[in-house]
């Protein structure tokens, strides 16, 4: 039972001298999250599918030019390809967003990494990947696309997300990490300026 104990105690011990790694490990995680889907963002098939988000959003709808619910009848499926549907999206400004919109997201998956070697950098990295997340959260209140509609079945509406739900709400994942990014790029600023 001693020899046990010891055991357990030893692991606890490297577990909590894990800290350090394991807050650079959700920079990096935030790092590859953010580059990759913001690269995504110069696809096609990738700015069509964020337009039910963006259009019913009452903090990026401003971006469009053309109003909700109009997106829905030029829908496409992924990979899919309608010449009369790909016109509605260049003209609803679809690609010229989400291509800032990938830059913009690249941008702090970059900046919040580099919270490693200059905490002042993450720290603002860390800030912008917070504000991000949450309005990506508020898609849950303002996208009807994120829960289940009734078609039928009697399952439908909340707490039942859709594909595009489950999607959203692993953002909160991300903003739990975020947090304890910034947490640590202020603790390392703050010991800065005591010096």
């Known amino acids: 039972m001693a020899k046990l104990k010891s055991l357990f105690v030893a692991f606890l011990t490297i577990a909590a001298s894990a800290q350090k790694l394991g807050i650079n490990l959700i920079r990096v995680a935030i790092l590859v999250i953010f580059v990759w889907i913001g690269g995504l963002k110069f696809w096609n098939y990738e700015a069509e599918g964020i337009v039910p988000f963006v259009a019913n959003s009452p903090f990026m709808s401003f971006f469009y030019t053309k109003d909700a619910p109009e997106y829905k009848e030029y829908k496409l499926k992924e990979g899919e390809l309608d010449e009369t549907k790909h016109l509605w999206h260049e003209e609803n400004n679809t690609y010229g967003f989400s291509h800032g919109l990938g830059i913009l997201i690249m941008g702090i998956g970059i ?72 947490s640590d790029s202020a603790g390392r600023v703050l010991n800065q300026l005591k010096k």
């Open 111 to 182: 900046l919040t990494f580099l919270g490693i070697f200059s905490p002042k950098t993450g720290l603002v990295g860390a800030g912008l990947a917070i504000v991000m997340t949450l309005g990506t959260l508020s898609f849950l209140v303002t996208t009807p696309e994120v829960w289940v509609p009734d078609l039928g079945s009697g399952e439908q509406g909340f707490p039942l997300l859709t594909g595009a739900g489950r999607l959203v709400i692993k953002d909160i994942a991300i903003l739990a990490g975020a947090v304890v990014v910034l």
